[in-house]
Nanobody, 124 residues
Framework: QVQLVESGGGLVQAGGSLRLSCAAS????????MGWFRQAPGKEREFVAT????????YYADSVKGRFTISRDNAKNTVFLQMNSLRPEDTAVYYC?????????????????WGQGTQVTVSS
């Protein structure tokens, strides 16, 4: 089992920045591919970014590429999502997820463990 707890969400003006954190406990964190997803009201959960177990492989949704950066600190069992140049359309609940796969993954079905989510609201 892996337990995931997100933090760092909040209200920010358009153009601003936020840094989300996801603290993991349970199984060996460093062996998991990690991902960030988001879900806006009335919409399906969508992929945002993923990072492999070494941190050397990352992949982003086109909508966030160049603005968001995913990273991880295996010594601290934590994965981060740095979000810059935020837009109102980035408003959503952001979820951290862990996959038993060693390779990066964008599909929600590839992730076995999920956090409870943290709200990000970007005002115009």
């Amino acid at each position: 089992q892996v337990q995931l707890v997100e933090s760092g969400g909040g209200l920010v003006q358009a153009g601003g920045s936020l840094r989300l954190s996801c603290a993991a406990s349970g199984r060996t964190f460093s062996s998991h591919t990690m991902g960030w997803f988001r879900q806006a009201p009335g919409k399906e959960r969508e992929f945002v970014a993923t990072i492999n177990w070494t941190g050397g492989g990352t992949y982003y949704a086109d909508s966030v590429k160049g603005r968001f950066t995913i990273s991880r600190d295996n010594a601290k069992n934590t994965v981060f999502l740095q979000m810059n140049s935020l837009r109102p359309e980035d408003t959503a609940v952001y979820y951290c997820a862990a996959s038993l796969s060693y390779s990066i993954a964008a599909a929600t079905g590839r992730y076995e463990y999920w956090g409870q989510g943290t709200q990000v609201t970007v005002s115009s």
